[in-house]
């Protein structure tokens, strides 16, 4: 079994920061999908950027937003199993 060395702060704050970050992405993802999909804007740097946030910027994101979706569990399994360990 390896050996874990934590610090329940540390690993709180860094839960809040997963979570906290997880939202700004889903935020921004939303935003720039959404003004993308309303504005009026014809020319081929257009098409080009709409074209890369579709296959590159945008799954990118999501695995990002997945990735700290994903972590924050673990993180807060982690502290959960930690704390019941140690009568907390």
Same mark, same amino acid.
């Given at each position: 079994?390896?050996? $874990?060395?934590?610090?329940?702060?540390?690993? &709180?704050?860094?839960?809040?920061? !997963? %979570?906290?970050? /997880?939202? $700004?992405?889903? #935020?921004?993802? &939303?935003? $720039?999908?959404?003004?993308?999909?309303?504005?009026? *804007?014809?020319?081929? /740097? /257009? #098409?080009? !950027?709409?074209?890369? *946030?579709? &296959? &590159?910027?945008?799954?990118?994101?999501?695995? %990002?937003?997945?990735?700290?979706?994903?972590?924050? %569990? /673990? %993180? !807060?399994?982690?502290?959960?199993?930690?704390?019941?360990?140690?009568?907390?």
């Amino acid at each position: 079994m390896p050996n $874990v060395e934590l610090s329940i702060e540390s690993l &709180t704050n860094t839960h809040s920061t !997963f %979570v906290s970050q /997880a939202q $700004v992405l889903n #935020d921004l993802i &939303t935003s $720039v999908t959404s003004t993308l999909q309303n504005t009026e *804007w014809h020319s081929p /740097a /257009a #098409d080009s !950027f709409r074209s890369q *946030w579709e &296959t &590159t910027y945008l799954p990118s994101l999501r695995n %990002v937003h997945n990735g700290l979706e994903q972590y924050t %569990v /673990a %993180v !807060f399994n982690q502290l959960e199993r930690y704390r019941s360990n140690e009568g907390l």
